[in-house]
């Protein structure tokens, strides 16, 4: 059974450095998200794709963070010039259309920025 | 989304059935209404949904109110492995493709 994967599962780094995070959704999923999650509250969205186009962004995403799915498959969310507020878990989640959508998480990745 | 309240936390004993609460007073008709958990260490997982009947699963039953104002997910018989964040969610049917709106969720926690 393919589910969502994530790498790393953590990472530790440095303020101000900058970190790379990547997501491989469901074989056939057309849609992406990323959310993240702090200690204690549910997941915040943060951005959506449609196969390669991201559709929709939240104010929560600064400038500082960047991501994209090039040809639609895997997803890449970078967070650049990281600072400690940054810490948290980052979730990846994959769905086929339709009108009752089922999102399908992966097991996130930790970021510690030091 | 509209907006739902949980508890914040509840506990149940090993394969006694457990009720979770959701109340969500300013639902819309088009809304769905979704229950994702989270167990320790790992991604949300979706449990459940429905619109207006009451729904079972392999994993859990969803009650419906009849003025769907409220619902109750149901663990039948709860194990050690129930133990996890729930969340309840609305889902707009008309607005498929946008994200989840997670709140803090109801904590269960199972003793054996």
């Known amino acids: 059974d393919t589910g969502v994967s994530q790498n790393p599962r953590h990472k530790i780094t440095k303020r101000g450095q900058n970190v790379t995070f990547r997501c491989d959704p469901i074989s056939e999923h057309n849609r992406l998200y990323w959310y993240r999650q702090t200690l204690g509250q549910g997941p915040e969205f943060l951005t959506y794709?449609?196969?390669?186009?991201?559709?929709?962004k939240s104010r929560l995403l600064s400038d500082r963070f960047s991501a994209e799915r090039p040809k639609g498959s895997f997803s890449t969310l970078e967070i650049q010039r990281t600072e400690q507020g940054d810490s948290a878990m980052y979730l990846c989640?994959?769905?086929?259309?339709?009108?009752?959508?089922?999102?399908?998480f992966g097991p996130g990745t930790r970021l510690l920025v030091l | 989304d509209a907006k739902t309240t949980q508890p914040n936390s509840m506990e149940s004993n090993e394969e006694e059935p457990v009720h979770l609460p959701c109340n969500h007073s300013?639902?819309?008709?088009?809304?769905?209404i979704h229950w994702y958990r989270q167990l320790p260490s790992q991604g949300p997982e979706y449990v459940i949904h429905g619109l207006t009947s009451n729904v079972n699963n392999r994993m859990a039953s969803l009650a419906i109110a009849e003025d769907r104002k409220s619902s109750t997910l149901i663990l039948h018989r709860a194990t050690l492995r129930d133990a996890a964040v729930y969340y309840c969610?609305?889902?707009?049917?008309?607005?498929?493709?946008?994200?989840?709106?997670f709140g803090k969720g109801t904590t269960l926690s199972v003793s054996s």
């Open positions: 300013t639902i819309s008709g088009t809304d769905y």
């Open positions: 969610i609305l889902r707009d049917v008309d607005q498929a493709g946008t994200a989840l709106i």
């Open positions: 794709f449609q196969n390669e186009a991201q559709l929709e």
């Open positions: 989640a994959s769905s086929l259309p339709g009108r009752q959508e089922t999102q399908y």
